[in-house]
């Protein structure tokens, strides 16, 4: 489940829902994008979150958030193995979330207000978190946070 490309069956009306969720939250998507660059290596609009505003999952082939764990732990390993094998990560965003649909009407306005990044760091940063990956500079969270 934490792997990207997890299809789920969809009636001929919940794809249709679905594609026109995608078209809706396009310009989200690329604002998104834009804000964390190469931390990201694509955001998409997800069909099979319920609860949360966004989750990261890691490409097929990549290593999970537990292998990416154990593999920075390890004493003797090849740093550039490391780089090669890390997961690329997939920002999967709901697009039936409160907090979404708030973003998405802020860029909307106005795609360079503070905010937006602000809000756009936060939920990467806890999507990290949520989705069992640690945190390179956990103070910038904090401080995010507390803001």
């Known amino acids: 489940v934490s792997k990207e490309g997890l299809e789920l069956e969809e009636t001929e009306e919940e794809k249709k829902q679905r ?14 994008k ?16 319920v609860g949360s505003p966004c989750v990261l999952v890691t490409g097929q082939f990549g290593w999970s958030a537990n292998m990416e764990r154990i593999m920075k732990a390890q004493a003797l390993r090849d740093t550039s193995m490391s780089q090669y094998m890390a997961s690329k990560k997939t920002m999967e965003i709901n697009p039936q979330n409160a907090i979404i649909k708030e ?5 909307a306005n106005d795609k360079n207000d503070p905010t937006v990044r602000d809000l756009t760091m936060l939920l990467y940063e806890s999507a990290l978190l949520t989705s069992g990956f640690t945190l390179e500079q956990p103070q910038d969270f904090a401080n995010r946070l507390f803001k």
């Open 19 to 32: 594609e026109e969720e995608a078209t809706k939250f396009e310009g989200l998507t690329k604002s998104i």
């Open 34 to 49: 834009d804000i964390l660059g190469d931390k990201v290596e694509k955001v998409t609009v997800s069909n099979r979150i």
């Open 103 to 107: 973003l998405a009407a802020k860029v």
